[in-house]
């Protein structure tokens, strides 16, 4: 296709959707100020177009119709001056508006001039130079102008200006490269007279959004647009970059050593595979594009559409645990992260990780001031601040050693529901290092909150499925127990009788003792069973950890070794006998089930401060941290084929009852340690003679004291 048709179809598609424009706001615009002038620069930049098309951009009738073009286009700038709420400084452009149309007026007067001036007059041959110096003129002092009219306007009115001066902005423009290579190149260039004719269908365009769209309404690209953009951008400066290296290797010639060209394009490609999908170039340019082209660093449309994304997969084969850590992680680019939650006595222990398997977290991973202080500060810590020495809250108090010492470590973020701390996030750093400012915390900080009631409806929810579990077990129990009873009445009933009437004495004996026993153990069944009611233990006495240890160490170890470890040791603790001995029975057990046939079982006995403290340790499969926290002391949940789920459970709750408490630690592959801890019988014995000398003594000796 020649130019002179290329300039012909491209001139009379900008007149069509300048046509098309004009008369679609003729039929839909209302009667807001300047309607008619804008109806007016359609109609005449779609004549220049036709007529271009129709005789040439280098007609007579094509200049005269530019002429008439460029004087609507003028009133047009005049009109958005002329509108209300301008700036007071706009006013003083209206005497250059005068100015450039007087200008614009001399084009067709030279033009004229020229065409009857004699052949060998001057003027012939400065026609050209002229006409092309006074659109020059106009195109620049238009220019000019709107770039005036568009900054001395209030920050709240150039919203409604921004899509008029566009369109302004882009013909002017365009016309000015064109007459500026016309008077460097003495004749009109026809690659830039084609574009003149195209970039007037998106001025048609601009001018029905900037006539059907509020002042308020504006052109807002998505954060992906616009890191999608400039990564276009990126790759296509690297690819003129490649195409003018390899143009300037073809013309060395001869010169440049085919191996240096071949080695230029290879090392090239590879330095573009490793840098372009790098994580960290990403994240330099996110943080770039974020902090130069948008007033807010997040796009909290798609940060939040990307939460509930998050949250709501349930699917993924992740805990809902895992996936509010993600769900946080994802608002900060952070590449990793923790969840820490409360524990029985206030501490912060670990319930799942994020891509963090690597960190050594300790069983008691906070401490309760750090729970204390969340609750009552809400406040998000920045790790690097309080390495650097700074916590205005006092946060270096509460933030652990083990964390200080991580260089990943990054923030701390509270998840807050009613005031009530339900768990803290531990943030990695994002691939692109940068500082947390404001808008870092107050998003998290909202987030955080959402999240926690996330968390606590889910464990409301987890609190109502067992309730409703339990519900239905103590009614089974019910049952179980009035047949047993019912069982045990009429076997004593049956002995009593069989003593009275028997006439074989051997069968009476014999059927005695079966019975009997038959009773008997019935009978202990309804004592166990009646166990899960609200007074489990019948008493409580000093007893002897060591002794119990190794009674059940005798009987558990005829299938398993099992050593007891500081045999000979004395501790003695206020407790239950049987009771003890059922959770030490359950624990081995446990033991032994997680470990290899040969891997003996460890018992330990020792005293610690106030309290006597039985160790079961095993060397077996060990748990994760979000089964021990999640799954371990929850009731009906069993990894034993057939298992009833509340082995566990019944464990904790006996020496809870026992006034003391069951800990565990877990590794993945390393195994097991539960500790019992009983109050010491000595310290038991302190505090009663304590309490009965406090009660005996004077109230001015307790005043002296």
């Not at 450039?100 to 007026?105: F, N, P, R």
């Not at 308020?216 to 003018?244: C, D, K, N, W």
């Not at 005695?512 to 409580?540: C, F």
């Not at 999640?630 to 034993?640: A, D, E, G, I, Y």
Request: hydrophobic residues 50%.
């Amino acid at each position: 296709m020649s130019w002179v048709a290329a300039e012909f179809w491209s001139s009379l598609a900008g007149a069509f959707v300048c046509a098309v424009a004009g008369a679609w706001l003729y039929q839909r615009d209302d009667d807001r100020p300047g309607r008619d002038v804008t109806l007016a620069t359609l109609g005449a930049s779609a004549l220049w177009g036709v007529v271009t098309s129709a005789m040439g951009g280098d007609s007579a009738a094509a200049a005269l119709a530019e002429t008439v073009r460029n004087l609507a286009w003028l009133a047009f700038l005049h009109g958005l001056i002329s509108q209300g709420g301008r700036s007071p400084g706009i006013a003083g452009v209206r005497p250059m508006l005068v100015v450039l149309t007087c200008v614009e007026l001399l084009h067709p007067v030279v033009r004229l001039v020229a065409a009857n001036a004699p052949a060998a007059h001057p003027l012939q041959d400065t026609a050209f130079e002229m006409t092309v110096f006074f659109r020059m003129m106009v195109i620049t002092g238009g220019l000019v102008l709107v770039h005036n009219v568009y900054g001395l306007e209030r920050e709240l009115g150039r919203s409604a200006l921004r899509w008029s001066a566009s369109a302004l902005g882009a013909v002017w423009l365009c016309d000015l490269n064109f007459y500026v290579i016309a008077w460097l190149g003495d004749a009109q260039p026809e690659a830039m007279a084609v574009l003149r004719g195209l970039v007037l269908v998106p001025v048609g365009m601009m001018l029905v959004i900037a006539r059907t769209r509020s002042a308020e309404r504006r052109l807002r690209p998505s954060r992906a647009m616009a890191f999608q953009s400039l990564s276009l951008l990126v790759i296509g400066g690297y690819l003129v970059t490649m195409v003018g290296a390899a143009q300037s290797l073809a013309w060395l010639g001869d010169t440049a050593p085919p191996l240096a060209q071949v080695g230029f394009v290879f090392t090239s490609a590879v330095l573009a595979l490793i840098v372009l999908p790098s994580g960290r170039v990403r994240g330099w340019m996110k943080v770039t594009v974020t902090k130069h082209l948008f007033q807010h660093r997040y796009d909290y449309r798609a940060e939040w559409l990307r939460f509930t994304q998050t949250i709501g997969r349930g699917d993924s084969g992740t805990t809902l645990e895992e996936r509010t850590i993600q769900a946080i992680a994802d608002i900060t680019d952070s590449t990793a992260g923790l969840l820490l939650v409360p524990g029985d006595r206030g501490e912060l222990t670990l319930a799942a990780r994020w891509q963090w398997r690597t960190l050594d977290v300790p069983a008691e991973a906070m401490t309760g001031e750090a729970r204390q202080f969340f609750e009552r500060e809400g406040f998000i810590v920045d790790c690097d601040a309080v390495r650097r020495g700074i916590a205005p809250h006092g946060e270096a108090a509460i933030v652990p050693e083990w964390l200080l010492d991580e260089p990943r470590a990054w923030a701390l973020v509270p998840l807050l529901h009613f005031e009530r701390l339900v768990g803290v996030i531990v943030l990695a750093r994002p691939a692109h290092e940068r500082e947390l400012d404001w808008e870092d915390f107050d998003l998290l900080r909202v987030a955080g909150r959402q999240l926690a009631s996330y968390l606590a409806e889910h464990a409301g929810q987890e609190a109502l499925l067992d309730a409703s579990r339990f519900d239905e077990f103590n009614r089974r129990i019910a049952f179980v127990m009035h047949d047993v009873k019912n069982l045990a009445s009429q076997l004593t009933l049956l002995c009593r009788n069989a003593e009275r009437h028997g006439d074989n004495p051997a069968f009476r004996a014999d059927m005695q003792i079966t019975v009997r026993n038959a009773a008997e153990k019935l009978n202990g069944l309804i004592a166990k069973l009646s166990r899960y009611g609200a007074n489990p233990l019948e008493r409580m006495e000093e007893i002897d950890p060591v002794a119990i240890a190794a009674a059940v160490a005798a009987r558990q170890g005829q299938a398993h070794p099992i050593v007891v470890a500081d045999a000979a040791s004395r501790v003695r603790a206020i407790g239950n006998r049987e009771t003890l001995e059922q959770v030490l029975v359950h624990l081995v057990q446990n033991a032994i089930d997680a470990s290899e046939n040969d891997a003996p079982i460890t018992l330990v006995v020792r005293s610690e401060g106030l309290h006597a403290a039985i160790e079961v340790i095993d060397s077996g499969t060990g748990m994760s941290p979000d089964f021990v926290r999640n799954r371990l002391f929850k009731p009906f949940v069993s990894t034993k084929p057939g298992g009833f789920g509340i082995g566990a459970f019944e464990a904790r709750e006996l020496v809870r009852a026992m006034q003391g408490r069951l800990d565990v630690e877990s590794r993945e592959g390393l195994g097991s340690r539960f500790v019992i801890r009983l109050p010491l019988a000595e310290a038991a014995g302190l505090l009663e003679r304590f309490k009965e000398s406090s009660v005996a003594a004077d109230p001015a000796e307790k005043l002296i004291a």
